[in-house]
């Protein structure tokens, strides 16, 4: 009787996939193309989940692009627990993410970057907009802010706020970081173009008051930059040379690089899109995996019906397994959905090739 080890089956990747592997695709062309690095600057990319949940396989895509691209650059790409929102992040969500990571065979031995690290960096750039007049407090509620950006079809309206002066802006956003204003009552700005026909260049949030302890850094602080604002200057702290996101942010990008003229960065980060992954007959939405997990319809976030890391670890599939499947599928900036049916059948034709077999 034929019979597979399941200790086999369920090992750690002890290496990052053969670059070779991934091919010439749209994105790593571009990367290869790129123009805005020194000579001797090398490829620096960033794999920065959001610690409020666990990793599923659409994040195991992102995992290999982004350190495949650098391992085939000869560079190297970071870990960044984004954790600007402590109303939905927990210390849990950082360990698994950590554990997941080095089950796939990356990261394993290499420092962690936390967006908390530069909250002082990144408070210091919100006073830098303040005082060259890019920036400004705004008393209206969130309902209001909502209606006065406008839409698609309709231009926006500039909050009677806009116009506060520079010395009045800086007194009020370090009270708000003092907790002496209620959450929702006050939020900074940045004093961009409310007729812009992208509506994140529409005055956007970069801080807001969440009196909420944080799981890092406890009651220090009362604001929190928004992920916009976190995002690209996290980038030029750590020396990102190129932002890998999905299509979703592409409307963002704008923004990225507006943020990134005003302010004193000494690295210039490039932002590249790349298509999620999208399967049949799976859930791969954080928010809904949650509430699967919170409802208890299933035992938790490693059950083995859930598309998370841990629940295919469980499952018995092996890492290398799911690294083989990501990057078969390929990269581009065009959105498309996979058949679950290929990814059980990428499993079964690794497990045919690598499972210990025994005679009995």
């Not at 690295?267 to 992954?277: D, G, V």
């Not at 007959?281 to 409802?295: A, F, G, I, Q």
Request: proline letters at 5%.
């Amino acid at each position: 009787m034929n019979q597979s080890n399941p200790q086999d089956l369920k090992r750690e990747s002890k290496e990052e996939p053969d670059i070779e592997l991934f091919g010439i695709d749209e994105v790593r062309s571009l990367v290869q193309g790129s123009d805005h690095l020194g000579n001797e600057q090398k490829v620096v990319t960033r794999f920065p989940p959001e610690p409020n949940g666990y990793l599923h396989i659409g994040h195991a895509k992102s995992i290999c692009l982004n350190f495949g691209i650098a391992k085939a650059n000869n560079g190297e790409c970071h870990l960044r627990l984004d954790d600007t929102n402590p109303v939905t992040e927990d210390i849990k969500y950082i360990s698994s993410i950590v554990e997941d990571l080095a089950w796939l065979g990356f990261g394993s031995g290499k420092p962690k970057h936390f967006t908390s690290d530069y909250f002082d960096q990144l408070y210091e750039w919100a006073e830098y907009l303040i005082k060259n007049g890019d920036a400004y407090v705004d008393d209206l509620s969130p309902d209001e802010i909502r209606e006065y950006r406008g839409t698609l079809e309709t231009v926006g309206k500039e909050s009677p706020y806009r116009e506060r002066g520079t010395n009045e802006n800086l007194e009020l956003f370090r009270k708000m970081r003092e907790g002496e204003f209620e959450q929702g009552s006050k939020v900074l700005r940045a004093k961009i173009d409310m007729e812009a026909g992208n509506l994140n260049l529409r005055d956007p949030i970069i801080y807001r008051i969440i009196d909420v302890d944080h799981p890092r850094t406890k009651n220090s602080w009362r604001i929190y930059p928004t992920y916009d604002f976190a995002h690209g200057q996290s980038d030029a702290i750590e020396g990102i040379t190129h932002s890998l996101c999905t299509l979703e942010f592409e409307d963002h990008r704008p923004l990225y690089d507006w943020l990134l003229d005003h302010l004193p960065v000494s690295i210039r980060p490039k932002q590249i899109e790349f298509s999620r992954l999208n399967m049949t007959h799976t859930v791969l939405s954080k928010r809904n995996l949650k509430y699967l997990v919170d409802e208890g319809l299933v035992s938790g976030w490693d059950d083995p019906r859930m598309p998370t890391l841990s629940g295919l670890r469980r499952r018995g599939i092996p890492a290398d397994a799911i690294k083989t499947f990501c990057v078969g599928l390929g990269v581009t900036k065009t959105n498309s959905t996979v058949e679950m049916a290929a990814f059980d059948a990428c499993v079964r034709e690794y497990l045919n090739e690598n499972a210990q077999r025994r005679m009995a």
